[in-house]
């Protein structure tokens, strides 16, 4: 297929699909931000309580089998073998105590600052965005650059954006590349058309969705209150399998040996 030249207005209607794509991806970021900061303690303590009810079940099933073959329990490699199964569990849990507290640590950027970083990675986009500059995939230099202005973008980080288009086009100059002059762009219309694609994902998806619940205060707290009775329906089933751990032990038949280290 012929190459579209720069020229063509297709061109920069492609260039501003683009931008637009990563406003509101970055915005779909903002918002998961926000609820993660409304919902997360809530969120993370349910399924702290789910991993805990999931440990309890484990222990039982173990102790029920060990009891049914009238075997021993030795209670440090029981212990490891329950590590080695909550892993993944553990990994998950670890993963959202560590995004709540980075969502809660965040910033909130002044209107100022929105609009500048905006203004400033539009700038960058044009020179480096690798579906516009074929040049930022093949150029280690210039894809550490794009990944850096990315960042700083999500963050609204104006003095980051700013000391990177100096850098960004020190290293153009540098690898010799006119920053000016658009690339030519095969099957530009297709590209179009699967940008636009994606603009209607972000749209229809979580977490940009959750837009409209975080603007509704009552939609808010009704979000909240279903989250705590979830979370008190855990904690009473939590409660209720150590009942019935207590209830197995008292029962007899199982023998639990501790090793001496």
Known sequence: MKPVRAENTSYAQYEELLLERDRLAKEAGQIWTVYVQTFGQLMTDIFEEKVACIRQKKLIAHYQTAANRGEPIDAEALEKKLEQEMASYQAELRRLIKEHKACMEAGISTTYEVERAKTLYRRLAKLLHPDIRPETDREEVLMKLWLRITEAYGRNDV?????LEVLARKALKDLAIDGATRVEIPDLEERISQVRKEIESIKSKEPYT?????EDESAVEQKKQE??????TYKNYHQELKDLTEKILRKGGIQIVWRMN
Do not use: C, G, I, P
């Open 159 to 163: 003095k980051s954006l700013a000391e």
């Open 210 to 214: 959750y837009r409209e619940l975080l």
């Open 227 to 232: 989250l705590t009775s979830e979370l008190e």
